[in-house]
């Protein structure tokens, strides 16, 4: 991500339904990158080629959707940090864009945890089945 932030993105947009919060995100990451916007209202998808969900929505049934569904297009790509499916993750498939989860993150935070705490590379595949297995449980 730091490369995209730093290379790649055009211009980083910040949403927050708390204004402070998204100002505060927004003057931290000027620090590191040019170009970032605070989006107030999502109204308009048009020239946003990923989004990424990084709110606790998703993870209520029935509750609401970080962005309006009608205005994703089959070229978006949508992410959301949630480690599992959400309802905007099923939404945006269906309406034909690519679409990952929070697995990998969640995976490889564990990892570099390990590494700075004993100093040992782990076995990551066990640690991918582990959360594999886990989630599983939990869907049943």
């Known amino acids: 991500i730091s490369f995209y932030l730093s290379e790649k993105a055009s211009t980083l947009y910040i949403f927050d339904i708390d204004a402070d919060k998204a100002g505060m995100l927004k ?9 970032v916007e605070r989006a107030d ?11 990424i969900n ?21 070229a978006h790509i949508v992410g959301d940090l949630i480690y599992k499916e ?13 679409t990952f989860n929070g ?10 945890a390990f590494e700075l705490w004993t100093g040992h590379t782990p076995p990551h595949q066990i640690m991918l089945d582990a959360l594999l297995k886990r989630i599983k449980q939990q869907q049943a």
């Open 54 to 74: 990084a709110t606790p929505l998703g993870l209520k049934p029935g509750g609401p959707l970080p962005c309006d569904i009608k205005l994703l297009k089959p």
């Open 86 to 98: 959400t309802p905007l993750l099923r939404k945006a498939s269906a309406k034909g864009c690519k």
């Open 103 to 112: 697995l990998g993150m969640l995976l490889w935070q564990g990892v570099l």
């Open 27 to 35: 003057s931290h990451l000027l620090k590191i990158r040019k170009n």
């Open 41 to 51: 209202e999502i109204k308009d998808l048009s020239g946003i080629d990923i989004i």
